[in-house]
Every structure is written in C-alpha cells, then in structure tokens.
C-alpha cells in the first residue's frame, strides 16, 4: 500500500487546513487510517485515528475539538480537517495505515502501523 499525503501549507493561527491521504489500495481486514505529526527532537505523535471496523474516530487530547478525521471509502482517501490552528500545530503531518484490525488501546502507538506516507508539512504563524 502506498499512501500520498497533500495538503499542508502556511496558515495563520486560527486559521484551517484540509489534509488528504491518498491509499494506492484498501488494506485489508479494517485496517485503522491514522495521522500522526512530528517534530524535530520531538517523537512522531499521534494525532487522529479511525477505526475502519466499528467506524470510531480518536484524537489526542490537544486537537479534541479542532481537527475532524474521515474518510472517503470510494476514493481509498483519509482526511484530517484542521481548525483553529495554533503555532504548537506546526508539524509534518503523516498518514498510516496496516493490514488487519487493531485494539483501541494500541491505536495511538506509531510502532502498530506498517505503511506510511511521504508526509506533509503544516506551517502555523503566529
């Protein structure tokens, strides 16, 4: 599976992003659709994951409110909508998936997913 994120760019705080993910194929076995950001001399962290089995959306606690994931089945396409940015938003931005279900638990842990994208870089001026 390839994965080609879009959408990054230069944005004033306040303002809003739409991000894409692209998926050259569906995983199979639901597969959970993740965005995670990084930073330099920081770890990857996880943003935003869905659940494609029970259709559950999650956040980490600092976008809860501002960012929205979804998901275009048609067009293998994952998305994170992005308001009220905030210069601590600033971040290359990754989309992930894997083969096979995954426990909610572990939904968050970088290390649970296989394929990556190129990721893209979000840029929030205060």
């Known amino acids: 599976v390839q994965l080609q994120a879009s959408g990054g760019g230069l944005v004033q705080a306040g303002g809003s992003l739409r991000l894409s993910c692209a998926a050259s194929e569906r995983t199979n076995n639901y597969g959970p659709m993740a965005w995670f950001r990084h930073t330099p001399g920081k770890e990857r962290d996880f943003v935003a994951a869905m659940d494609t089995w029970s259709g559950r959306s999650y956040y980490t606690d600092s976008v809860k409110g501002r960012f929205t994931i979804s998901r275009d089945k048609a067009k293998n396409t994952v998305y994170l909508e992005m308001s009220s940015l905030k210069p601590e938003d600033t971040a290359v931005y990754y989309c992930?998936?894997?083969?096979?279900?995954?426990?909610?638990?572990?939904?968050?842990?970088?290390?649970?997913?296989?394929?990556w994208g190129q990721g893209t870089l979000v840029t929030v001026s205060s």
């Open positions: 992930s998936t894997r083969n096979g279900r995954i426990v909610t638990s572990a939904i968050d842990q970088a290390g649970q997913y296989t394929y």
